[in-house]
């Protein structure tokens, strides 16, 4: 047990871990409107500083790009209270290691596993803008240069996404002073998830532990 003191709970965990603090706070009602209510209670939300933003935009200057657009494809295994969220993460792993293989064969596998309306049409989604996803999706698609089925599975809050990209067409940089709302929406959300991962860290420190 030694080692695995601070290993990272998993999403299932972490849940059990928020409603326990729900419950312990008198907090009642359905599960995902409790948890939302516990966040918004407990972890205030803080502005990115300036400083800050200058100096992401700078080091990440090309993600704020005007008219960039990709052509792609995505299989969505999508959240749904039946199914834990560990276990739907391995079922999208599984697919996600079928389309890395067999990329042939990414329009079948959508077909047959995309909770997406666009399982219809092999999981196209057309040519998109970053403005056309949500924003977890869009540094997947649009930071770097790779086509094919992405490496990396996805994640958002409609579940977890297999990638594929057959197309890039460049934008033209945006500068600072138009980048800056995006800047910050990139940076509040980085700053919500630290916040999150500390959050449940001392609760489980202090004993808050998933029954």
Do not use: W
């Amino acid at each position: 047990m030694q080692g695995n003191e601070h290993a990272k709970p998993g999403l299932e965990e972490v849940r059990r871990i928020l409603l326990a603090r729900a419950s312990q706070l008198g907090l009642k009602g359905e599960e995902d409107a409790v948890i939302e209510r516990l966040l918004e209670s407990e972890i205030p939300e803080t502005e990115p500083a300036e400083q800050d933003c200058r100096r992401y935009y700078e080091q990440n200057a090309r993600r704020f790009a005007a008219g960039a657009l990709v052509e792609a494809s995505h299989i969505l295994l999508a959240v749904t209270p039946r199914v834990p969220p560990d276990r739907l993460r391995a079922k999208a792993a599984e697919v996600h290691a079928q389309a890395s293989r067999e990329p042939s064969r990414f329009a079948e596998l959508a077909r047959q596993s995309s909770n997406c309306p666009s399982a219809q049409v092999g999981g196209s989604l057309g040519q998109i803008g970053r403005g056309d996803v949500v924003p977890e999706l869009a540094p997947a698609l649009f930071d770097g240069e790779r086509l094919g089925v992405l490496p990396q599975l996805a994640s958002s809050r409609f579940g977890f996404h297999v990638l594929l990209v057959e197309r890039r067409i460049a934008g033209r940089t945006l500068p600072y002073e138009e980048a800056r709302p995006q800047v910050e929406a990139v940076l509040a959300q980085l700053g919500a998830e630290r916040a999150l991962g500390a959050y449940v860290r001392s609760l489980a420190a202090r004993g808050l532990n998933p029954a």
